[in-house]
């Protein structure tokens, strides 16, 4: 089963960059990122899956947007590691 995390995807801005973890309005953590593309046809998306992949040390295909195509909030499912592993490598530097 894929470890999925939750994203708070911040398009359009200076940098593609994995800001850290945050909570949103309900109190659930979200690991907040920020990506270059702009949110058109869906190029915001697949910056926000490349970016991941590179973090994570896995293909492109072991990361996929879940849910939250068209919203900021988004779910993303990882292959291959544990949420902990997951945890792990977006903490190191």
């Given amino acids: 089963m894929p470890a999925t995390l939750p994203i708070r995807l911040t398009p359009g801005a200076a940098s593609d ?10 109190g ?6 920020r990506v270059r ?11 926000l899956l490349k ?4 973090t994570l040390k896995l293909p492109k295909s072991a990361v996929s947007l879940e849910r939250g195509g ?16 997951v945890r792990e490598r977006l903490s190191a530097p």
């Fill in 70 to 85: 068209q919203s900021r909030l988004k779910r993303i499912a990882v292959d291959g590691l544990s949420l902990d592993e």
């Fill in 51 to 54: 970016l991941l992949a590179k």
């Fill in 28 to 33: 659930r953590p979200v690991l907040k990122v």
């Fill in 17 to 26: 960059r994995i800001d850290g973890w945050d909570v949103d309005a309900d």
């Fill in 37 to 47: 593309a702009r949110p058109v046809e869906g190029e915001a998306n697949a910056a």
